[in-house]
């Protein structure tokens, strides 16, 4: 059994920084590749970054691409989402998931879901 669990959301102005950090309860965490995504409200969901379990493929979604910055810890017990430069389409709910199936950014390769956290971008 996995679990995930997000904090370090909340409410910040365009151009402002939050940092999302992602703790993985596992046996084994440092196995699964750590995805982030995100639902804004009335759009489906969307997968914003992800990275691998060593750490060496990481994978953004074009949106985000310079302004987000994903890494996890070395023993795989935490994985981490950087958003700079916030803009208000970035509001959402966002969710980091677990996998062992490979990498990138399509959610049906994640096991394993956090509860999501929520980020409102607006002043």
């Known amino acids: 059994q996995l679990q995930l669990v997000e904090s370090g959301g909340g409410l910040v102005q365009p151009g402002g920084s939050l940092t999302l950090s992602c703790v993985v309860s596992?046996?084994?965490?440092?196995?699964?590749?750590i995805g982030w995504f995100r639902q804004a409200p009335g759009k489906e969901r969307e997968g914003v970054s992800s990275i691998s379990h060593t750490g060496e493929s990481i994978f953004y979604a074009d949106a985000v691409k310079g302004r987000f910055t994903t890494w996890r810890d070395n023993r795989g017990k935490a994985a981490f989402l950087r958003m700079n430069s916030l803009k208000p389409e970035d509001t959402g709910v966002y969710f980091c998931a677990a996998g062992n199936q490979g990498d990138g950014l399509e959610s049906h390769i994640y096991r394993y879901w956090g509860q999501g956290i929520q980020v409102t971008v607006s002043s």
């Open positions: 596992a046996d084994n965490p440092e196995f699964w590749t």
